[in-house]
């Protein structure tokens, strides 16, 4: 779960709406908002149930979002800096990755507002998870272990747990992998090939496990999304597989790149779906059945490159 893309108020858009005039979102299923972002053509949005823009911002390469409970956003500008900017686009919070570690390579794909206010940043090159306080300065940081070191791919998405741990997907490893707040790791979950020859490309015809988001559950089980493994995954802590959805599982539909899971309070998983090409839905609802129950998709205002996707409470 997601919580902080939950609490995007309506106040926080009055005076932003933006409308399209002929251009809508395809929906099969009763009609939702969706944060959607997309960096081949670099828009960060919300979506209206109508299918119209509600607010939108430029951005350029984009794998994670949030809105906060304050109504702002917390978004990156390309691979190192995160920004909290308000409804009116005014950036009140910087954090730039490049800087603070210059001249080492660094890039951002992770990030996360705390509780306790502090910001949460992963940093692949540095392989390292910091906390940062309003005035930038790192309150606490945790080394990561990467067996496969490369600046672009150390991390994809990663998340602080309840329990204090960091769940992260170690994309270019294959990996899932649970630190503690000294950088120990206390589980680890290898994503299997289940015996296919890994392939180039990032669309359907590409194969591999570059894991892009895990989950922790409340069973105690993680949801993972496999990345160009095509596929989402339930593990249990001893690391059982217990439930699966393959690229080809759901008529009608072909995965690609795996990108952000949730499960729904419903039971039912939502599915980001990348580079999967204009036929495919970008955001797929299932149920534990595998039946698919809603699918979003826009190809108007997004393009194929679209990892960042959550649905929003309508608005009230």
């Known amino acids: 779960m997601i919580p902080s893309l939950s609490s995007f108020s309506r106040a926080a858009i009055l005076g932003l709406t933006i409308f399209v005039s002929g251009v809508r979102a395809e929906q099969t299923g009763p009609a939702r908002r969706v944060l959607a972002g997309d960096d081949s053509t670099h828009r960060l949005a919300i979506v209206g149930a109508d299918g119209k823009l509600e607010w939108e911002i430029k951005v350029g390469a984009i794998h994670d979002a949030h809105i906060l409970p304050n109504g702002n956003v917390l978004l ?146 993680t949801l993972i999304g496999a990345g160009n493994g095509h596929s989402v995954l339930e593990v249990t802590p001893a690391k059982e597989i217990v439930w699966k959805i393959e690229q080809n599982d759901l008529p009608g539909i072909t995965l690609a790149w795996v990108t952000r899971i949730e499960r729904l309070a419903n039971g039912n998983t939502l599915i980001g779906n990348c580079h999967a090409g204009k036929d495919n839905p970008q955001i797929i609802e299932v149920t534990a059945d595998k039946k698919v129950v809603w699918t979003w998709k826009d190809f108007t205002n997004f393009g194929n490159s679209t990892p960042v996707v959550a649905v929003l409470p309508d608005k009230k």
């Open 76 to 221: 990156q500008q390309g691979w190192t800096k995160v920004q909290e900017v308000t409804p009116d686009q005014k950036v009140v919070w910087e954090y730039d990755a490049a800087k603070a570690n210059a001249p080492k390579p660094v890039q951002v794909h992770a990030f996360q507002r705390l509780e306790n206010g502090l910001t949460m940043v992963a940093e692949s090159g540095p392989a390292r998870i910091i906390e940062i306080d309003q005035d930038g300065k790192v309150q606490h940081e945790v080394k990561l272990t990467v067996k496969s070191p490369n600046t672009h791919s150390d991390t994809r998405l990663v998340r602080k747990l309840a329990n204090g741990n960091y769940l992260v997907a170690h994309e270019r490893d294959g990996a899932v992998r649970e630190y503690d707040a000294t950088g120990k790791i206390v589980w680890e979950y290898e994503v299997p090939l289940f015996g296919k020859p890994t392939k180039g490309g990032h669309g359907p015809e590409g194969f591999g496990n570059s894991v892009f988001s895990a989950v922790r559950l409340p069973n105690g089980n």
